[in-house]
């Protein structure tokens, strides 16, 4: 009767895991090795950029913080624009800033009533005289005859300090005589102009 064959040895297997081991140390070691060395590569691709990124419909989108010098700025509340400035001055003494109205202008185109007196020796000639007043543009409220004493020329008279003086001194032109303010013999006498032709009136033509 043969005897059992002994048992091998486990060698080989011991060996084999033992490998096995080595081999999966050594890749953990290269998988440790690449986390570290790559992590820093990682993070800096996945750093964001700054700039603006525009989307896929056109419409810009802006980093929070940042401001686009090509967009209108807006200011808040509504504009106003200042009004313009006007001054308005009262008048020197005058209470309240109420206005005066000033006097009208002294001109030829006043033209007051018209007396005319007879202090010639020709008859009518202050009617004569009268039509000349008229013709020439002013209206005649008067005539008769002046008899208080001589007068030595053609005169018109006008009360001082009124609108007749220029009135006056429009009328002696067109009549061709003096021109003077009142004396005290006619100075009470109806206001307006007073004409006191002499025989010496000419009137307009030159012809009495």
Same mark, same amino acid.
């Given at each position: 009767?043969?005897?059992?064959? =002994?048992?091998?040895?486990?060698?080989?297997?011991?060996?084999?895991?033992?490998?096995?081991?080595?081999?999966?140390?050594?890749?953990?070691?290269?998988?440790?090795?690449?986390?570290?060395?790559?992590?820093?590569?990682? $993070?800096?691709?996945? $750093? &964001?950029?700054?700039?603006?990124?525009?989307?896929?419909?056109?419409?810009?989108? $802006?980093?929070?913080?940042?401001?686009? &010098?090509?967009?209108?700025?807006?200011?808040?509340?509504?504009?106003?624009?200042? =009004?313009?400035?006007?001054?308005?001055?009262?008048?020197?003494?005058?209470?309240?800033?109420?206005?005066?109205?000033? =006097?009208?202008?002294?001109?030829?185109?006043?033209? =007051?009533?018209?007396?005319? #007196?007879?202090?010639?020796?020709?008859?009518?000639?202050?009617?004569?005289?009268?039509?000349?007043?008229?013709?020439?543009?002013?209206?005649?409220?008067?005539?008769?005859? #002046?008899?208080?004493?001589?007068?030595?020329?053609?005169?018109? #008279?006008?009360?001082?300090?009124?609108?007749?003086?220029?009135?006056?001194?429009?009328?002696?032109?067109?009549?061709?005589?003096?021109?003077?303010?009142?004396?005290?013999?006619?100075?009470?006498?109806?206001?307006?102009?007073?004409?006191?032709?002499?025989?010496? #009136? $000419?009137?307009?033509?030159?012809?009495?």
């Amino acid at each position: 009767m043969s005897s059992p064959e =002994p048992a091998r040895p486990a060698h080989p297997a011991r060996a084999a895991g033992l490998a096995l081991i080595g081999v999966a140390a050594v890749a953990l070691v290269i998988g440790v090795a690449s986390l570290f060395t790559g992590g820093d590569d990682d $993070q800096q691709g996945a $750093q &964001p950029s700054a700039t603006s990124s525009t989307d896929p419909g056109g419409s810009d989108t $802006q980093t929070p913080g940042t401001t686009d &010098p090509t967009a209108p700025q807006t200011t808040t509340g509504s504009p106003t624009t200042p =009004p313009a400035a006007t001054t308005t001055a009262a008048p020197t003494g005058v209470p309240g800033g109420a206005t005066t109205t000033p =006097p009208p202008p002294v001109s030829p185109t006043t033209k =007051p009533p018209v007396r005319v #007196y007879n202090n010639s020796t020709i008859q009518n000639l202050a009617a004569r005289a009268s039509d000349d007043v008229r013709k020439v543009g002013w209206e005649v409220a008067e005539t008769g005859n #002046y008899s208080q004493g001589q007068i030595p020329t053609t005169t018109v #008279y006008f009360r001082p300090g009124t609108d007749e003086e220029a009135s006056a001194q429009a009328l002696a032109r067109a009549l061709r005589a003096e021109v003077k303010p009142r004396f005290d013999g006619i100075e009470g006498a109806h206001p307006g102009i007073i004409v006191i032709v002499t025989n010496d #009136y $000419q009137g307009p033509s030159g012809k009495i």
